[in-house]
């Protein structure tokens, strides 16, 4: 009970009465008790097998300090914690508080909900990381379908890896956020990253239909594409330098987005034209031993149905 008795004791439960057309809630109020315990005390319960019981001898019922209201979150009682983060990241401020002592010693009964911007930044997350399958899969299926293979989309893929490890590394090295804006800014990177393995494995490949080979197709490619793929992603990063600089409306906003761009942009055209032409050759290898596989398991069904078929024609009868 509260330390300051009401005037009334009344229940929370209210009961109804059916009146033909209508339900008429009921609540049941004692008189004032004062600071008399004993009237609550001897408050008769019904019991299961139709007697009853004092509230006594199932409850303890004293003064004591307790919550003015009670807050529920999912019907269960809850206590909300509030702090300022001060300029502390949401992440860090999060790892601290799970570090606590005491944190590591909550009782089996209680639990931590992350709610407000905790709870908002984990669904913010899983919405992230739906967003980006979503496009790497409309990405492939478009280039599957431009392409008319399977494999080599996953080639020119490869680069979106790679600008994602830049962009990271970005906002590492500026002490940047991973926010809300870092995110629409990997997003947009995978549209812009993914232009550098196009440029260069349809190169290759138009020099390999041409009759040229393999290796020295791959050479030819780095050294012609080379200056268009250094020349859009610098024109990029270089549309990005005030916004990552601070300097436009909104800065706090806008700079973690163009921080992840550039560093995106920087590993995958710096790594691309290393890691492409290899990835692009180890594809080709397995593809054509993909191709003499089928080749060779053709001639070996087609190989005795030949010969059935000349056993069959030098049969006299």
């Known amino acids: ?3 300051t008795s009401p005037r009334w004791v009344t229940t929370t439960r209210a009961w109804r009465r059916n009146d033909r ?4 809630p009921i609540r049941v109020r004692l008189p004032p008790v004062g600071h008399d315990l004993g009237v609550l005390e001897n408050l008769k319960l019904a019991t299961p097998a139709g007697t009853s019981v004092p509230l006594s001898s199932v409850a303890t019922i004293r003064f004591a300090m307790g919550p003015t209201t009670i807050e529920r979150y999912d019907r269960q009682r809850r206590i909300n914690l509030e702090a300022n983060l001060n300029g502390i990241a949401l992440g860090t401020a999060l790892e601290q508080i799970n570090a606590l002592p005491s944190m590591r010693a909550l009782p089996k009964t209680v639990r931590v909900m992350n709610t407000a911007d905790a709870e908002f930044m984990a669904e913010l997350m899983v919405s992230f990381l739906k967003a980006l399958g979503g496009g790497l899969l409309l990405v492939y299926a478009i280039q599957v379908v431009l392409y008319k293979d399977w494999l080599q989309p996953l080639t020119r893929m490869a680069a979106l890896p790679l600008s994602i490890g830049g962009a990271f590394a970005l906002l590492f090295l500026t002490h940047s956020e991973f926010g809300l804006p870092a995110m629409i800014g ?3 990177l995978m549209g812009i990253a993914d232009k550098n393995s196009i ?8 020099r390999m239909r041409d009759g040229m080979p393999r290796n020295e197709a791959i050479l030819l490619a780095c050294r012609v594409r080379a200056r268009p793929i250094v020349m859009t992603s610098f024109a990029m990063a270089a549309g990005m330098l005030p916004t990552a600089l601070s300097l436009g409306l909104d800065p706090a906003f806008r700079a973690p ?6 560093g995106g942009l920087i590993s995958s055209t710096a790594l691309s034209l290393v890691f492409m032409p290899v990835l692009f050759s180890y594809v080709r290898d397995f593809e054509e031993w993909i191709a003499r596989g089928r080749r060779a398991s053709a001639r070996r069904v087609a190989g005795p149905e030949e010969g059935a078929g000349t056993q069959w024609n030098s049969n006299p009868t």
């Open 21 to 24: 057309t209508r339900q008429i």
């Open 257 to 262: 987005m163009a921080l992840a761009v550039i």
């Open 1 to 3: 009970m509260p330390s």
């Open 186 to 188: 990997i997003i947009m």
């Open 199 to 206: 440029l260069l494995v349809d190169y290759i490949q138009e």
